[in-house]
C-alpha cells in the first residue's frame, strides 16, 4: 500500500511505517538518512509514523560505504527494484540531471505513488507536464528543496501566504555566485580567483557553468513564479545573465557610489504582466539583500495583505537541504487531503503574460572606455539625451599611464530598449577602445 491517492486512504493513513525508496545517495541523500535516524522519535511526535528507508538507488553497487541509512536499507543499480516495490510508500528522487529522473518520476507517479524531488531543472523545464501527471492520479509531487535549499520558500508560497497575491519577488538564489561576488567584493579578488577559491571550498563544481551563467537561479526562479503567481512563465522566455564577465573595478566603482554588486532573480507584476529575469544588479549599500554574503540564500518578497518578508538561510549543503527533503516527506505522511503540489487547484496552470523585457525600467550604470580627449564626454551626453537617457551623475577617472581612462554614468529610469540602442550607437565611436560595462540599479 503506497501513499497515493487513487483509494483506500483510511488504511493508508493508519499505516504505522512509511517507507521510502531513495533514489541517489549523494551529499542530500545522505544528509537526510542522517536526520532521519537522528530524529526519529522527534519525527514520530510529529506524524504519528516511523519513517524508513527500504531500498536505496545508486550507481555503484561495489563502493564502500561507511553510513548505512537504517537497518532496513537494502542498495540497488536498478531502478524498477525501486518502483515495482509494492511496500514503498514515497519515493524520493536526489539523483539530479533530466533524462533518468524524468522517467523514474513519471513511472512512480503513474503508478500513484508521491514523490519528493530538489531537482530544480527538471521542474523548471517539465514541470507541468509532471504536476498534470500528479494530479491525474492523485499522487503527490513535492519539491521543497528545489528552491534555496534550507530555506522554506516552497511551503511558504504554497501555505503560509496562500491568501496573497504577491506583487515581488527579489532573491539571491544561488550561494556560489554569492560566494564568488562577496570575495570579489571583501576582498578585492578578481572574477578568476573568486572562482577558484569558490571550487577549493567546495562551494563551486569543477564546471560551474550552470552557477555562473545564471541557469541554476533561473531554474529556480521558474519554480517560484509558478508557486507565487500561479503561471507558467516558460523557462527558455526568461531573460539570463551571469556574472562571468564581472570585473573587481566595476565592483569598486559601484562602491565608490554606494553600491553592491549581487546576482539577482526577480519577478515583479505589473497590470496583469510579469516581468522577470535573472541579471547582476547594482543594490545600494543599505538594502536588506546587499547585506547576505558567502554561500548564502536570501528571499524577499512582497504581499498584497502581509507586505515584505524575507527568508534567509543555506541554500545547499547535505543537512539544510536534507532537512527541506524531510519536510516534504513528513507532509506526504501527515495529510489526509489531497496534495497541494502547485498551490493552485488548476494542475496545469495558464501560460503567463510577459512583459517584453526592453520594456522594463531601471536606473543604470555604465562604465565607458574610452581615450581621453576633448568632445567625449559630451559625445557620451549628447548620445544618452537622445535616447531618452537622463544622467544623474557623471565621473571620469584619470589614467596617470595615458591613454583610455574610465567615465562612470549613473542616470535615472530608462527603458532597457533605449539603453541597449544608445550602447549599440556609443560602442561604434572610435574613441571607445573597450565594450561599455552596463548594469541595471534595483533601489
Request: overall charge neutral.
Amino acid at each position: 500500500m503506497n501513499l497515493g491517492y487513487k483509494g483506500g486512504r483510511r488504511e493508508q493513513m493508519e499505516k504505522e511505517i512509511i517507507r521510502i525508496g531513495l533514489a541517489g545517495f549523494g551529499t542530500v541523500g545522505t544528509g537526510l538518512a542522517r536526520i532521519i535516524l537522528e530524529n526519529q522519535d522527534w519525527i514520530k511526535r510529529r506524524v504519528g509514523k516511523k519513517l524508513l528507508i527500504s531500498r536505496v538507488l545508486v550507481r555503484d553497487l561495489n563502493k564502500v560505504r561507511t553510513f548505512i541509512p537504517g537497518p532496513e536499507a537494502r542498495f540497488t543499480d536498478n531502478p524498477d527494484d525501486l518502483l515495482s516495490d509494492p511496500d514503498i510508500d514515497i519515493i524520493v528522487e536526489l539523483i539530479g540531471g533530466i533524462e533518468v529522473p524524468y522517467t523514474i518520476i513519471t513511472k512512480a507517479l503513474k503508478q500513484g505513488k508521491s514523490v519528493v524531488t530538489a531537482n530544480k531543472a527538471l521542474l523548471a523545464l517539465k514541470g507541468n507536464e509532471l504536476f498534470e501527471l500528479a494530479a491525474q492520479n492523485k499522487a503527490g509531487l513535492y519539491y521543497e528543496a528545489s528552491v534555496a535549499g534550507g530555506v522554506p520558500i516552497v511551503q511558504t508560497l504554497k501555505e503560509s501566504l496562500a491568501g496573497n497575491k504577491i506583487k515581488s519577488i527579489t532573491g539571491i538564489l544561488n550561494g556560489t555566485a554569492n560566494f564568488i561576488l562577496s570575495e570579489m567584493t571583501l576582498k578585492g579578488l578578481n572574477f578568476e580567483d573568486a572562482l577558484a577559491r569558490a571550487q577549493e571550498k567546495g562551494y563551486a563544481e569543477a564546471d560551474p557553468t550552470l552557477d555562473i551563467e545564471g541557469l541554476d537561479a533561473a531554474h529556480k526562479l521558474t519554480i517560484l513564479i509558478r508557486l507565487a503567481h500561479g503561471q507558467d512563465y516558460p523557462f527558455d522566455s526568461l531573460p539570463i545573465e551571469g556574472i562571468s564577465k564581472v570585473q573587481a573595478i566595476d565592483i569598486s566603482l559601484a562602491g565608490e557610489f554606494g553600491y553592491t554588486l549581487k546576482l539577482i532573480a526577480r519577478v515583479k507584476e505589473k497590470s496583469g504582466y510579469l516581468q522577470a529575469g535573472v541579471f547582476p544588479v547594482l543594490l545600494p549599500e543599505d538594502h536588506i539583500l546587499a547585506k547576505v554574503d558567502g554561500p548564502f540564500n536570501s528571499i524577499l518578497l512582497y504581499g498584497n495583505a502581509v507586505g515584505p518578508i524575507m527568508l534567509y538561510g543555506q541554500g545547499a549543503g547535505e543537512l539544510p537541504t536534507g532537512s527541506a527533503v524531510l519536510a516534504d516527506i513528513m507532509a506526504l505522511a501527515r495529510d489526509n487531503s489531497e496534495p497541494n503540489n502547485t498551490g493552485f487547484l488548476e494542475p496545469c496552470l495558464p501560460r503567463a503574460r510577459i512583459l517584453d523585457p526592453e520594456l522594463t525600467v531601471y536606473e543604470h550604470y555604465f562604465r565607458f572606455t574610452v581615450l581621453d580627449r576633448p568632445g567625449v564626454l559630451s559625445a557620451l551626453s549628447g548620445v544618452m539625451g537622445e535616447y531618452n537617457i537622463s544622467i544623474a551623475q557623471a565621473v571620469q577617472k584619470t589614467n596617470p599611464a595615458g591613454g583610455s581612462v574610465p567615465v562612470v554614468f549613473l542616470t535615472h529610469k530608462a527603458q532597457l530598449k533605449d539603453v541597449y540602442a544608445a550602447l549599440k550607437e556609443i560602442n561604434s565611436f572610435s574613441f571607445v577602445t573597450a565594450p561599455t560595462v552596463h548594469y541595471r540599479i534595483l533601489t
